[in-house]
């Protein structure tokens, strides 16, 4: 689904096919489609399910963000990235240059810096626990998805009165189910040392936003992401989760409002 801007629910120009809108949403699309490259993006909402676990691979997941870039007639773009998706748009910086006018990321899930001890569970083995970070297993995600999903979103929102956002995490993320999740942890990644050669390549203008109670991934990521890419600006927001967008939209729209500005007025 490609959002080009928002539509007024009244407009009687607006298809009758399309489905009633839930008023909690503060942004929906003029239009809608399928890119016919193997899903777009894989494995959520409409979208298709590959059964293998390398159709989830980093480098595919940029190339689903590319193919909309194309299916959109963008050119060049601002790419916003949140948590994982920071390796994708790192995928697209440095190996499209010309596609990519300027980089932000939120939350960064990229394996430098320090992250948190808790997450370090046993992915594929039967624990005699279920307790915390014990959720994160294979085995724990067939047996009840939802709950998974409450507790991790849980962890995305750390911020007092973040009820609202942590439904709404549930909900999208109950659009998928736990074998294809499953398959995304099988998936291809990246070490330390491929990422360090991505942010290396990228020559465009990057802001890294990054909560310094980032209960995810810790802010340590963030920060070290922000030193391995040559001129990067880092701004931390105090208190802030791993959703940061969610939770301080005013703060973080801002922010990326005053870095795109900063861009056209370097534009010759």
């Known amino acids: 689904m490609v959002a080009v801007r928002r539509a007024d629910p009244a407009d009687p120009s607006r298809s009758e096919h399309q489905p009633a809108r839930e008023q909690s949403r503060a942004r929906y699309p003029d239009r809608t489609g399928f890119i016919e490259r193997d899903g777009d993006p894989r494995g959520n909402g409409r979208s298709d399910r590959p059964p293998g676990a390398g159709a989830y691979s980093e480098h595919e997941m940029a190339a689903d963000l590319l193919a909309v870039m194309n299916a959109t007639d963008t050119d060049r773009a601002v790419l916003g990235a949140l948590s994982l998706g920071a390796q994708r748009a790192l995928i697209a910086a440095a190996g499209h240059p010309d596609r990519v006018a300027g980089l932000v990321f939120l939350g960064p899930a990229v394996p430098l810096g320090d992250g948190l001890p808790e997450g370090d569970t046993p992915f594929d083995a039967r624990l005699d626990t279920d307790d915390g970070w014990a959720k994160y297993n294979r085995h724990f ?13 849980g962890q995305c929102f750390t911020e007092p009165h973040s009820t609202k956002q942590i439904e709404d995490a549930v909900g999208w993320g109950l659009d998928s189910n736990p074998e294809t999740l499953i398959l995304t942890q099988g998936a291809p990644g990246f070490g330390e040392y491929a990422v360090r050669g991505l942010c290396a390549a990228v020559r465009c203008p990057t802001l890294v936003i990054q909560g310094d109670a980032d209960a995810i991934t810790g802010p340590g990521r963030g920060i070290a992401l922000a030193e391995a890419i040559p001129n990067a600006r880092i701004a931390t927001i105090a208190g802030g989760d791993h959703i940061a967008n969610a939770r301080e939209p005013v703060l973080v729209n801002l922010l990326i409002r005053d870095f ?7 534009v010759p």
């Open 141 to 153: 995600w067939r047996r009840d998805y939802a709950a998974f999903l409450e507790f991790f979103f």
């Open 260 to 266: 795109v500005g900063s861009l056209r007025r370097n």
